[in-house]
């Protein structure tokens, strides 16, 4: 006899998931907060250090609830109560995919339509060179996070059925 699955979204599977095993989410929060630390950590081991180390040491993993002024780089925020994400310094995004050369003056060298470095304002800024350290971790690290989230959920199942 064969399987069948269906999708039904977010909403719907937390509340099957809970009926079914109500630690489940909890289990699966706690590996979310130790999935996103072990990434925070591999990615600082691999960060560009400045002479400050200040870029490397602002990499954190921590629930998205603990941090309610961090802006979120996707326009749909989760409605997940127990995500966890990385929260680094804003300089994260110009480090990652690096700069284009451009002018310094206010409006990103252009003034109504003209080159402000023609008029004398600003001055060129040569662009900086990519150095992606973010998406290559996580891509590596995402199998194995998968399996920790996996293994915690099942977790919670075997403890359910113990009882």
Known sequence: MA?????????????????????????AAEANLKIAEEAADRIRDVAPRGATLEYAESLRGDFVKNNPGSLDFS?????????????????????EYGTAPHNTAKGGGTV???SAFHQGAGHMHPGTAAQPHIWPTWRSFQA???????????????EFNRK
């Open 3 to 27: 399987l069948k699955v269906r999708v039904t979204g977010r909403a719907e599977l937390t509340r099957n998931l809970k009926a079914i095993v109500p630690n489940a989410l909890t289990y």
């Open 75 to 95: 326009k749909n925020p989760t409605k997940d109560k127990d995500a966890a994400g990385l929260f680094a310094s804003y300089l994260w995004r110009w480090l």
């Open 112 to 114: 109504k339509g003209r």
């Open 144 to 158: 194995t996070a998968n399996k920790m989230k996996r293994a915690a959920v099942s977790r919670a199942f075997r």
